[in-house]
């Protein structure tokens, strides 16, 4: 389904016009201060707000206020940060002044492992975001609403595909092998964001319109409570819900989305290729085609999208709720790829026994439709003189094709024949029970959880006889079906004792977890087209379809406990400790013990800060250290496995060949990595509390690295097994800044911005291979590699020859006797670096590495009247890619390496460079990718003047307006290695909000 959102805009200002004017002659003005009630002393920047409505207004330097009531309003409700909300009664007057309470002051709180702890109190690096704060336009993983939002995590988004996968690192990478993204929990459920095959990413099935907030937890004091899956740091995510008493609402969020392609890879036109072959194989002209093709342009489309999302919010006496359902569909930019949810959440609260007993529901559900492209590799570099149709070639469905096995297929015919699917279905659950037993003893409570994650689905893949047939292919066609199916289930018991003595505040947390996760997959059918399956003639089905059930369970058992001690709200301590049981390590190394403890000081507490408090308004020191653990390697590491042998290592009895079987290498003795991690930070604030701060230092050390080594040479096993060893180190520097830079009666701007330095290191590796472990698998040749982990430098750092410059600073040609030494070999276009008198693979050197030196990111949110704008930029400093898109058809002789067949297109970089053969071991194509992208910028306009409780937002937003870069593939944010990415979009967001 499409909307006309020019008609429904227009339509609904018409709407919102005549209604503003019926009541114009009924508003009245209104004005007033707001002050402390003990000191008199006007707050500046509080708030005042007509209640049941989102109009209101703020208080100016003076704690002064005005405003304009519109008829029928009766209560406002004011509220300032650190006082307690006040509902009053309006009468009839034109000034009412009001008091607010400092002896009634409302802590805010923040959410943190099995409980929550009032901010001023955190003692570890805890960052909570709201969903005032979120990233706007076209969002479909949860995690996007907060890219560039918090210091030290670096959300990627993996490609430009619609749902698309994204990577999170949390002060950088701990792990080589073993994952290295944080742990998500969501409404107090642990969840398991392994990928599956049915969808591009795990984390899809949230509806981003249903999270309240993210909280970030990133030292090991606030993760450590998580113990074995703490090490890249804790997301927690809170879900929307409902008040106890609260008046119903019904809301609707709706919006339509366009989206392009930015940018193209630069590849040769039909006229510049034509002039090419002329100059590079004269005698391949006969090969080339009369068309015109711009294969690029054929594979893609402008794209559009919907989202729409409804919720229903309210509460009665001691029960809250929130009902919501939402559908988004979205068009990729490559054609037939897409993305499509339908989700469901539910949230329902209780409280009972005299508010003894708490009951909390949640329930969300997820499915997922996904339509997955063929890439766009072969539309680059496919011939442009061949037309896209051929109507004689009925045996490839009308289309053109070489049809010939070693031949590149026609870009258009996979996209349009190959239909690849699938469709995932999510629910996710938990019921919280909380029970008061201050009868018993004062302060206590106890707490259980029960909950529930299922994701079942499928991938499914039908390739037509027209496109795969035995003139390319072994096979006429083929149906390939994926079943998986991922559960886990949970149970949180622990108890909760809360009491202050005096000046003395404890908290004290003791409980068990206990949660089981269970998979089975691939369950896969493999149909041959080349039988006819369906009809009397089927020939055995053994040759037509295959089977394979793979099942893994692993079970995870804790017990934790965390005291909070506080002296005076001015000393306050933190201890944690978590014992975890793991089935994915051998019963002598399946427990582990991760421990934490941490300090915070308000040093504006302290007599002698007197003079302290008149520039500060917030001051407090944090130090805090622990030890957490990373255990996703997968299951059954620790244990002896066999092998089923390929077609090439069969043994031949007699005439028939046997497939054998071989042990894989193990190590018994496998457990968990362990990362130390060190922290110190200082929260400031300053300007009664508009301008504030977070600066943290970090060193975060890795032990007992989980990599994969060498297997010694001569033995009968796989020749790569996991084990522990190795190390590697995170250290930096965090800064977060926030500023209330106006605020006015009409207008208001808050900025904030956040910046991180991180340096990676590796301090120990695998012992038998002390020059390095070669990885970076790129495009060309055959297991080429340009990354290597070796001791003493970043990870994944470039492995390349340095590459001879001419006078002009272009790269030497390669193929001529550069230094007169009568041979041609590779001491003529690259450095002898090692000073050996030759050149080989002895001279590559690590140089630079993928990773970012800096992230930052700047946030802006103003406001004037009805009127809202804000924006998003971020960007990153010294990472590096690896240009494979133009290493791999950067050279002249790509478009002759098959001339007897067909001819290749060339990426205009050869044009450049004049490369003969390619050089993928150049330095050349190592780029600086440093950045500076605004992601998103939204206005938009409120109607508050609707009558009763009714309001109307409109807005528009632009992602990915502008990227700045001097990198010169599509985008640098491509992990390292760019080799042939799904391009990014610039989108274009028209939406509305309803709330009656």
């Known amino acids: 389904m499409k909307l006309n959102f020019d008609m429904l805009t227009k339509g609904l200002l018409f709407v919102g016009i005549l209604l503003m004017s019926q009541t114009l002659l009924a508003q009245r003005d209104i004005s007033g201060q707001i002050t402390d009630a003990e000191t008199g002393e006007p707050l500046i920047g509080a708030n005042i707000l007509i209640v049941g409505t989102s109009t209101g207004t703020i208080t100016d330097f003076d704690g002064n ?38 002896g009634e002051v409302l802590d805010e709180v923040v959410v943190i492992g099995y409980g929550s702890v009032k901010k001023d109190d955190a003692t570890g690096s805890v960052n909570a975001i709201s969903d005032e704060d979120f990233n706007k336009g076209v969002i479909v993983s949860p995690d996007q609403l907060i890219t560039g939002k918090v210091a030290g995590v670096q959300v990627s988004k993996n490609s430009g595909e619609p749902g698309g996968g994204t990577s999170i690192r949390i002060r950088g990478g701990t792990s080589i092998n073993a994952g290295n993204e944080p742990l998500f929990v969501i409404d107090g459920v642990p969840i398991d964001n392994n990928g599956n095959p049915g969808t591009r990413n795990p984390l899809n099935f949230i509806n981003p319109n249903d999270i309240a907030t993210f909280t970030v937890l990133k030292d090991a004091s606030a993760t450590a409570i998580y113990g074995s899956r703490g090490a890249n740091g804790v997301i927690i995510i809170t879900t929307k819900r409902g008040k106890a008493g609260s008046p119903s609402r019904l809301t609707y969020d709706g919006s339509y989305t366009t989206s392009n392609i930015i940018d193209d890879l630069p590849i040769l036109s039909t006229e510049a290729f034509r002039n090419l072959v002329t100059f590079v194989a004269p005698e391949r002209l006969e090969r080339l085609g009369s068309a015109s093709t711009n294969w690029f342009d054929e594979v893609t489309r402008p794209a559009t999208g919907q989202n729409h999302n409804l919720s229903f919010t309210g509460g009665a006496e001691n029960i809250g709720y929130r009902v919501s359902v939402g559908y988004q569909g ?12 339908t989700t469901i959440g539910l949230n329902y609260n209780h409280s009972l026994l005299d508010e003894t007993l708490n009951i909390n529901i949640n329930l969300k559900g997820a499915f997922t439709k996904d339509r997955f492209d063929q890439g766009l590799g072969a539309s680059w570099y496919f011939d442009p003189t061949q037309p896209v149709y051929d109507p004689s070639n009925t045996a490839f469905g009308g289309f053109f094709e070489y049809g010939v096995g070693l031949a590149p297929r026609n870009p258009v015919s996979g996209i349009e024949q190959i239909d690849a699917t699938g469709r995932s279905f999510r629910t996710l659950g938990n019921i919280e029970f909380e029970y008061k037993m201050d009868e018993l003893i004062q302060g206590l409570s106890a707490k259980l959880n029960l909950g529930y994650d299922a994701n079942n689905g499928r991938a499914a893949t039908f390739t037509p006889t027209t496109y795969r047939n035995k003139l390319v292919s072994d096979r006429d066609g083929e149906i390939y079906m994926e079943n998986f199916t991922r559960t886990s289930s949970l149970l949180d018991a622990y108890l909760n004792y809360k009491r202050s003595f005096g000046v003395h505040d404890l908290d004290i947390t003791a409980g068990y977890s206990y949660q089981d996760f269970d998979a089975e997959f691939p369950q896969f059918l493999a149909y041959d087209l080349s039988n006819d399956i369906f009809g009397t003639n089927s020939t055995n089905p053994a040759s037509e379809f295959e089977a394979s059930n793979f099942v893994v369970q692993n079970r995870l058992i804790s017990f934790f406990g965390r005291i909070n001690y506080g002296i005076n709200s001015k000393y306050l301590f933190t201890a944690t400790l978590r014992r975890d049981g793991s089935t994915r390590f051998g019963p002598e190394n399946r427990w582990g013990l991760f421990p934490s403890a941490a300090f915070a000081w308000r040093i504006l507490e302290e007599d002698f800060a007197d003079g302290l408090r008149g520039v500060f308004s917030d001051l407090k020191l944090r130090v805090g250290y622990g030890i957490t653990g990373n255990q996703e390697i997968g299951d059954f590491n620790y244990l002896p496995r066999y092998s089923l042998s390929d077609a090439q290592a069969r043994y031949l009895f007699g005439n028939q060949y046997i497939t054998t079987v071989r042990p894989d290498a193990y190590d018994a003795g496998l457990k968990w990595e362990e990362t130390a991690s060190l922290n110190v930070g200082l929260d400031f604030g300053f300007g009664n509390g508009r301008f504030s701060g977070i600066l943290d230092y970090y060193n975060k050390r890795t032990n007992d690295l989980l990599f994969t080594v060498n297997v010694p040479a001569g033995t009968n096993l796989s020749d ?57 698998g790129i495009a060309g040749g055959v297991g080429n590699n340009v990354q290597i982990l070796r001791v003493g430098q970043p990870a994944y750092s470039f492995f390349l020859f340095e590459h001879k410059l001419d006078a002009n600073g272009l790269p030497l040609v390669d193929g001529i006797d550069h230094n007169d030494d ?82 290749n297109n060339v990426h205009e970089s050869a044009l450049v460079t004049r490369f003969n053969g390619p050089q993928y071991f150049s330095d050349y194509y190592l780029e600086d990718g440093s950045f500076l992208r605004l992601d998103n910028i939204t206005l938009g306009y409120n109607f508050n003047n609707l009558g009763g409780r009714t309001n109307l937002r409109v807005y528009a937003t632009a992602n990915n307006l502008f990227l700045l870069t001097n990198y010169t593939g599509l985008d640098p944010e491509v992990g390292g290695i760019d080799n042939n990415p799904y391009p990014r979009s610039r989108s274009l967001v028209f939406g509305l909000t309803l709330g009656l």
């Open 65 to 102: 206020y005005a405003m304009t009531l519109p008829e029928g309003t009766t209560d406002l409700e004011v509220s300032y940060t650190g006082y307690a909300s006040k509902r009053v009664t309006v009468g009839s007057e034109s000034v009412l002044n009001i008091q607010l309470s400092a």
């Open 330 to 341: 979205l068009e990729g930019v490559i054609k037939t790829s897409k993305t499509e949810r």
């Open 720 to 776: 790569r097994v996991l084990t522990n060893i190795g190390e590697v180190e995170n250290e930096g520097v965090e800064l977060t800044l926030n500023a209330i830079a106006v605020d006015s009666r009409d207008f208001k701007w808050d900025l904030s911005g956040n910046i991180a330095y991180n340096r990676n290191q590796i301090l120990a590796i695998d012992q038998t291979s002390d020059a390095g472990i070669l990885t970076g």
């Open 822 to 903: 009568g041979t041609i070999n590779l001491a003529d276009i690259y450095e002898d670096t090692n000073g050996d008198g030759m050149v080989n693979d002895l001279d590559k050197r690590p140089i630079e590495k993928p990773a970012p030196d800096f992230i930052f990111g700047l946030t802006s949110a103003m406001s004037y009247k009805g009127f809202d704008l804000s924006f998003t930029l971020r960007g990153s400093l010294g990472n590096y890619v690896y240009n494979n898109s133009s290493s791999d058809g950067g050279y002249l002789n790509r478009v002759n390496e098959r001339g007897d067949i067909f001819l």
